[in-house]
């Protein structure tokens, strides 16, 4: 048991909570977050929680931030401390998806642009193979006029669900991105590959000058994700290893 | 009271000068200045006055670099230490502008072209979202013909802060910028995303080959900057406590 | 003699292990590679031999790491260890081309885009001018049809050794790269400027707007290759002395 | 006097050669230079000698490196130590030009385009005004035809020279760029802001879409560069401080 969390579910094993505090440092270590964004895992033994930090900058999290919330991102843990103001963009993945068990939003400068112009984002690479599924854009002026641009309640997480649909992966236009995963680290390392992802293309696209890249399929994509899957945690080992609290 | 300002106004609490000397060394580790650029900030009793550090690099700036000047940039320290070249840009926007607290003038690269070419710098995600107000180019061509660029007076500066206007960013041609706000904090803040937002505009222009870009448009733009305005502190707090003197 | 290396053909100098090891953490500190990529050497007296370190992130390579195999690449090391799934790349370029000693494979994002577009890639200075000769692209699409994109079979790897032929570099579409030298030094040193070359030759691209490049021709190249495999020790010795284990 | 350096000339006094040596450091921190590059100043009270390191990357550079040469690049030290390939470059532009008492070589990336594709590099910002005189281009293979593409010998450095002319600046198609200047550290200062510069260009040429970009005109660099050799030691003076030995 980990008495790091405040509790009103189950509890967590420390080593756990340990690490998805060190998924927060590792997204602002790898430029996927800066002073801004968030991570978060279901919770192992309740499926209608989740955990996240409190609201405060990912580089600086440590495990006594993480706190749970059910699924209508009601704050669980008996605590006085801020919770992240979009924090429904995650509870409202795990509504909707129950085989996701992670979720990182961030606002990584490679990435906003494939939501602000009628290009589509591809899979570059075999790291970024999730990509290759398809990557929906939500503009939240579509449903709800104009706004501050923050999913910062239920409707409006409930539509970003909906636009996701059955992919990983979608674009904030005017804002950032999401990405999700089977496993906490699975949710980082397609997080931090999605921003390298764009890297690529915004070279490969001025590089080509219009002309077709010939990204990974999606049956390229959907082999090349599965090794991911198992290969990827050898990112995760180094970067964890990086982690000091 | 702070024994550290060579005051001739009022004192100033000692938390608000190393306030801006850490801004300072904050726009320095965020890459919005390098040698050169500065930040002050108004008065907090005397709105007739400014404080701003001597003419040092900004990464070397301690809490008893900052001095005080009137709105005419006439130094009012008792102090034999230089001045900036350009504090004419800060006393000229405060005396135009009683809403601006604090001004930061930076020659960030991702910026400048924007000053350089007809393309408007628009606001590419909420963290930027000041920007959807409009960023009006000071060239200084126009009223002073060939000079050496530096707004080194005080006709200059009522020139530039004439065409910034209401705005709270204006460019310089062949120069750099200036960003503002309603307090410190907000002012560096706006100075920081600024600067991605510029790096996120060459993405998406250039992605998108000319074709138009869904940024915010004015009214989310206000509604996005009333939140960065509260939200934003999160920001500042992980930049903050990264000074060290 | 070398301890730290499991043997089962020749031994190896201990400095010979530790410069292969340093190999990994150079590459990743010059950005060529990050959590994935791997650098091997021909085994310096059985030429049927190469060594490279078990499957680990290059940066956190030591010599203890470091295993043997034969050219099929089948681990002859007495060790439960895993191997890199993807050492069929250097086995089979090094039965195919006896003059090569030493194999980088990598992802930097910058190389990538030209396996992804028909722009061939040009050497636009002298430092990486072994690419001048010519720089093919394997697509394992061709003969494979729909992969997890990674050459992790012997016959995966005669294909893509067949399509290098005698150049001593050759592209990945969708995956990366693979540079080859007649020295592990000269094989880093030719893997780290193959990537700031692709930086030189986007912004290349971009700025001339099409226009024909005058890049090093062929002659060029060849003359100075030859200096850069004496010169180039220069930067080795600069890296090699900032590798900390 | 100063017994750190091998003298056949004049002695030189340690501030001098440590600053040179300095140099050398800051150059490479600024990522002007990396493993290869050099810089040179003329003799202070001999002015048919100049100084310049031993054969060494910039960034391990003591003072103790610093050796002595004629306007041949004769080695006139009394030391068995290499000697820069390249020093023609500096013994040919202080032959050609009194008035340049330091000279900076190197190869940074986002400069190598502007030698390569049709497109003069113009000044876009004060602090590279130097720039806004112009910039000429060498091509080697002009009068030397398939070269190695190093300036290797006195023939080579005097064509490099009579191509630079009067200018400050001379770029070199296929292999990188040389910045003058009146004191060594304007000839630093200018060097890395002619990095910063293309930089800019780059982004500025993309943005504007092949639109002419409103650079600095010949007299407003001529104003800004006055400036810049008094101003300019603010970023002096901050590098320098960041050397540690």
Redesign the interface.
Known sequence: MDSSVQKSGAPVAAGLVEDLAAASRILAAQSVV???GHVSMRHPSAPDRYLMAR???P??VIPDDIMEYDLDSTLLSASGRDSF?ERFIHGEIYKARPDIMSVVHS?S??V???G????PML?????A?FIAAGVPVF?I?EKFG?????VGNGPKGVALAAVMGRKDIVLM????SVACGPTLQSAVFRAVYTE?NA???????????????????V??GR??D??NQT?GM??W???R?QVKW
Chains 1, 2, 3, 4 share one sequence.
Request: hydrophobic share 55%.
């Open positions: 800066d002073a801004f609201s405060i900058a580089a600086l103001l606002h400068p490679s906003i642009p494939f602000l112009v009628a290009v899979a570059m690479f075999h790291n193979a503009d002026r104009a706004t501050d641009m923050l236009r005017g804002h950032g390298v890297r690529i293309q915004h070279w490969a696209a001025a590089l080509g000058g219009g002309a077709p890249i010939t990204a990974l399929d049956e390229e082999l090349a599965q090794v290969a050898r990112a080992n180094l970067w290893s």
